[in-house]
């Protein structure tokens, strides 16, 4: 299965601003870890950094047991690091089969049969494959975005935020791919999620980010709810 990702120590900043300060986050592989904290915390941050879109200034990103802080994004994505960002991540211009493709080829895969799989999970992008992106509502544009980390078939997916900005009455649609996702591949996943209920709902694993630094992480079934509400409260 695989896709275990280990940060150690990792402090990240912009510039001389340092925004992550000696983060530890363990995603064991096969599970399910939920990021979670206030606005501005930098969570994005250690998402791109993970990524690869983002240099550190010290600590150590191990995928698979192997080090990637020094490893270009494109290369970790092809070691099986997929990435959603915040925000909605397609080509507006090209059609959802298009922005599908793009991925497709710049992965360097020939083999087709890995679109219908994603269709599969996401049956309602199958009826919408000649519609340029930007004509898609955001949980459609979501989910495409999500369709495209999965083509390249990664062993850890990880999800800024996907339910950010969506219209309340399809927020379940989203929750309930992504569990049906990690439910039927057992895929490891990092996910960044507002809604507390869902993330401990569907969660192995959480930590809790304040200030650049992890202040909580533990697994689901012992949270203290009340202690974890006055972490998030703004
Ligand atoms: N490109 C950037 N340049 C400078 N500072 C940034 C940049 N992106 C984010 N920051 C700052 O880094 C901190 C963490 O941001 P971010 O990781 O986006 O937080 P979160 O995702 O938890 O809301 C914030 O103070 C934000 O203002
Ligand atoms: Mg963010």
Known sequence: MGGELAVDGLCVAYGRTEVLFDVDLLVPSGSLVCLMGRNGVGKSTLLNAVAGLLPRTRGSIRFDGAEVSGVR?????????????????????????????????????SDRSVLD????????????????????????????????????????????????????SIIHEIEDTIAALHATTGMTMLLVEQYVEFALRLADRYAVMDGGHIVSAGTTTDVDLTAFNDLLAV
Do not use: W
């Not at 309602?124 to 459609?140: E, H, M, N, V, Y």
């Not at 369709?147 to 990664?154: D, F, G, I, N």
């Open 73 to 109: 994004a494109h290369k970790r994505a092809r070691m099986g690091i997929g990435y959603v960002p915040q925000g909605h991540a397609v080509f507006p211009q090209l059609t959802a089969m298009e922005n599908l493709l793009v991925v497709l080829e710049r992965a360097g895969r």
């Open 117 to 168: 799989e994603v269709l599969d999970i996401f049956p309602a992008l199958a009826t919408l494959l000649d519609r340029p992106a930007g004509l898609l509502s955001g949980g459609q544009a979501k989910q495409l975005a999500i369709a495209r980390a999965l083509v390249t078939r990664p062993k850890l997916l990880v999800l800024d935020e996907p339910t950010e900005g969506i219209q309340p």
